[in-house]
């Protein structure tokens, strides 16, 4: 599942870029990741351009850029009574009041949110500045890798999971950001939360795990297992997969399942050699299939 807030489709070797202020990862088509720590946006050309060194990108290749989410900002909104072929352009207006850049200045896409049963239907709508979408068409170009496509971490990452009728959830943290939660079925999104109060585990080391704090997280995960079942009429939540930037992700999995009915696990990727490195998933996210669609 993702947006695209640019797209176009091609016939050569995807790779991928995880853009955010602090560093870049690149992943090439066989998932070798590679990195590179900056300070700011500003150096995101430069970054790019030896990191293409690195993987010995060419003219070969097409780029899916992924965005961290300090370059996005999302809202949940009704969806606007208008036929479906107005929807695009009556969208925009419904976030004019929650942004302070102007309406004009943003490229916006949008996505169904999960509603309860009897509900008004709802929209989750993402918003970019053009700046910075502009900014990666010129990184691109000045590389001579065409751009396939843009869209956000969050919506990368679910494609990582099976897509299957069973809800599945994934446990994850970027580099120094918030717990989130997300429900996939399908290979779309059905609820999605973040933890903040438990945005500290990822730092956590195992000396300072205490079964009064596995307890309470415990107690909102079970929260939104139940949500999705009792309220908006899912089916039951099967998994639970970890992919939060820790050495103890072990022992966290461990901790959650002695709480939780469904199948606590890590996330399996291969091309993840420790659990310390789950920050990298967005690039790896951005060379499957339908990060895109």
Request: proline share 4%; charged share 20%.
């Amino acid at each position: 599942m993702g947006l695209a807030f640019w797209r176009r489709n091609t016939a050569k070797t995807r790779c991928s870029a995880y853009l955010r202020p602090d560093f870049l990862v690149l992943a090439n088509q066989n998932e070798q990741t590679f990195e590179q720590a900056i300070d700011s946006i500003e150096q995101w050309p430069a970054a790019f351009a030896s990191l293409c060194k690195e993987a010995q990108l060419s003219s070969d290749h097409q780029i899916v850029f992924v965005l961290g989410s300090q370059h996005y900002q999302q809202f949940q909104v009704e969806k606007p009574s208008v036929p479906d072929e107005e929807l695009a352009g009556a969208v925009p207006w419904t976030i004019k009041d929650m942004v302070a850049e102007q309406i004009p200045d943003l490229a916006i896409d949008y996505y169904q949110a999960p509603t309860t049963p009897m509900a008004s239907e709802k929209l989750n709508v993402v918003c970019v500045r053009k700046q910075i979408i502009q900014q990666l068409v010129q990184i691109a170009l000045q590389q001579d890798i065409q751009l396939e496509g843009i869209t956000i971490e969050t919506l990368a990452a679910v494609n990582l999971l099976e897509n299957n009728d069973r809800c599945q959830m994934l446990l994850w943290q970027p580099k120094a950001g918030d717990l989130e939660l997300i429900v996939v079925r399908q290979g779309q999104v059905c609820f999605s939360r973040q933890l903040r109060a438990f945005s500290g585990l990822g730092k956590m080391q195992e000396i300072e795990f205490t079964q009064t704090f596995f307890d309470s997280l415990s107690l909102e995960l079970q929260r939104s297992i139940d949500y999705i079942s009792a309220t908006l009429k899912l089916p039951d939540v099967s998994h639970i997969q970890l992919a939060i930037p820790s050495r103890f992700c072990d022992e966290i999995a461990q901790q959650l399942q002695q709480n939780l009915t469904p199948n606590v696990a890590l996330l399996d990727i291969s091309a993840i050699e420790s659990s310390d490195q789950y920050y990298k998933i967005p690039a790896l996210a951005g060379l499957q299939e339908g990060v895109l669609s």
